[in-house]
C-alpha cells in the first residue's frame, strides 16, 4: 500500500505554547511534515526551526504563506492577533489549529467561522482537556444511562500568577488578551465541563443561564483576576464555576454528581485516567469505571482528529458552533458579573455591548 502524503504544517507564533505544538507534530510525523514557523522575534523563529528536522524560519506570516503553501497552520500567538492570522491562513486555503482563547469577543468568532468554506479550509481551536480518553469514557458512560441523571456540578481553574506574569504587554488587558481568568485560564476546565454534560437524553443539555460575580483583588491590570458563576443547564441541572489567578495551591477540577455516582477529575494542566475518581452509590450496579485503552488529554491527541477532519474534508472538532459554545458561556459570565443581570444562552447577538467585548464595550 502506497504511503499518503504527510500534511505540510506551520507554526505562527514560536513562544512557550509553540512547544506543545511542535511535539505534537513530532509525535505525528508519519502524518505531517513541519515545513516553517513565523515570529517577529528572527531569532526565536531561528531558534524554533532548529530544533526540527528542515523547517525554515520567517518574520511573517504572510512570505511564510506565500513561499510555503502549508495545509495547516498552528496559530500560537496572542489573542489580539488570531482573528487577522487565521483569517489570512483560510485565504490561502490553509486549515488552522489555533490556541485559546480563540479570541475575543464572539463577534470576533463567527468573522473567523464565516471566512471559512464547505469542505475547508477549516478552524478548530485547542481545548485539549477534552481529548483524553477518561473524557470520552464519562460521556459514554453518562450516555447509556450508567450513571444516571447530572444533578449537581462543580468547576474550578484556581491557578497562581504572579506580578511578572502580568509585565507581559497584552496580558491583563481587554483590547489585547480579551479577559483575565475566564478567557485565559478557566476557559479549558468549563469547556470540558460543558462537552462532558452536552447532549439529549442522559446528559444535562446544553448550559441556559447564568449568574456571575468578578473582582479585581491583587493584580495591577484591567481585567478581573478571579470570577465566579451560577449556572443552570437544560435539564435543571447546577453548577458552580471559579476561575482564579490567586490561588497558591493550585489546581483543577471537575465534580460531577450524578444520580447513580460522584465523578472527580483533579489534576493541573492534563489528565490521565488515574486522575479520575468513581463514588458510585450504594445500589448502583458496579461499572466499568476506566477506559479500556487509557491516554492522556494532551496537543497531541487533540491533533489527531483535526488531522482526521482535513483527510475527510469535513468541520473538525472544537470549531463552529462546538468551539463557539465556551466562548458564549465565557461573554455570559463577564455580562453577568458586570451588570448584576442573569444571562441565558442566545442572548448575546449583535447590538448587545457584550458581543463586541467581554468587557461590554469597544476594546479595539
Known amino acids: 500500500m502506497a504511503q499518503r502524503k504527510r500534511l505540510r ?15 505534537a507534530y513530532r509525535a505525528l510525523r508519519d502524518d505531517v511534515e513541519l515545513v516553517a514557523a513565523a515570529d517577529v522575534d528572527e531569532a526565536r523563529a531561528v531558534a524554533f526551526c532548529a530544533a526540527t528536522e528542515h523547517a ?42 489555533c490556541e485559546k482563547p480563540p479570541c475575543r469577543s464572539l463577534a470576533e468568532y463567527d468573522e473567523v467561522v464565516a471566512a471559512e468554506r464547505d469542505g475547508g479550509p477549516y478552524v478548530s481551536f485547542v481545548y485539549q482537556q477534552r481529548s483524553g480518553a477518561a473524557a ?13 441523571r447530572p444533578l449537581v456540578a462543580h468547576c474550578q481553574t484556581t491557578w497562581y500568577r504572579d506580578a511578572g506574569y502580568y509585565a507581559v504587554p497584552w496580558r491583563g488587558r481587554w483590547a489585547t488578551e480579551g ?31 447564568v449568574q456571575a460575580m468578578s473582582a479585581r483583588l491583587v493584580h495591577d ?26 490561588s497558591p495551591d493550585e489546581v483543577s477540577r471537575i465534580r460531577i454528581d450524578c444520580e447513580l455516582a460522584t465523578v472527580e477529575l483533579t489534576h493541573l494542566y492534563g489528565y490521565v485516567a488515574e486522575n479520575w475518581r468513581y463514588t458510585l452509590a450504594p445500589h448502583n450496579a458496579q461499572v466499568e469505571t476506566a477506559p479500556v485503552r487509557d491516554f492522556g488529554s494532551s496537543h497531541t491527541a487533540a491533533l489527531k482528529p483535526v488531522l482526521d477532519a482535513y483527510r ?6 472544537c470549531g463552529g458552533a462546538d468551539g463557539r459554545r465556551v466562548l458564549e458561556f465565557v461573554a455570559a459570565l463577564y455580562k453577568a458579573a458586570f451588570t448584576g443581570q442573569r444571562v441565558r444562552r442566545g442572548e448575546i447577538r449583535p447590538g448587545d455591548a457584550f458581543y463586541r467585548s467581554m468587557a461590554g464595550v469597544d476594546a479595539a
Not at 9 to 23: L, W
Open 312 to 317: 475527510a474534508r469535513r468541520r473538525p472538532p
Open 136 to 148: 470520552a469514557h464519562f460521556r459514554n458512560l453518562l450516555a447509556m444511562g450508567k450513571l444516571g
Open 221 to 246: 491590570v484591567e481585567t478581573e483576576d478571579v470570577s465566579t458563576a451560577l449556572v443552570r443547564f437544560e435539564s435543571g441541572a447546577l453548577a458552580t464555576v471559579v476561575n482564579s489567578v490567586l
Open 56 to 97: 525554515k524560519p520567517y518574520r511573517d506570516l504572510e512570505t511564510l504563506l506565500a513561499e510555503q503553501e502549508p495545509d495547516l497552520v498552528s496559530v500560537c500567538t496572542p489573542p489580539g492577533l488570531h482573528v487577522e492570522q487565521t483569517k489570512m491562513a483560510l485565504e490561502r486555503g490553509a486549515w488552522v489549529w
Open 9 to 23: 504544517v506551520a507554526v505562527v507564533g514560536a513562544g512557550a505554547i509553540a512547544e506543545r505544538h511542535r511535539a
Open 179 to 209: 479577559g483575565g481568568p475566564a478567557m485565559g485560564h478557566g476557559i479549558h476546565q468549563m469547556d470540558l465541563l460543558l462537552h462532558l454534560l452536552a447532549g439529549d437524553g442522559k446528559q444535562a443539555g446544553e448550559w441556559a443561564e
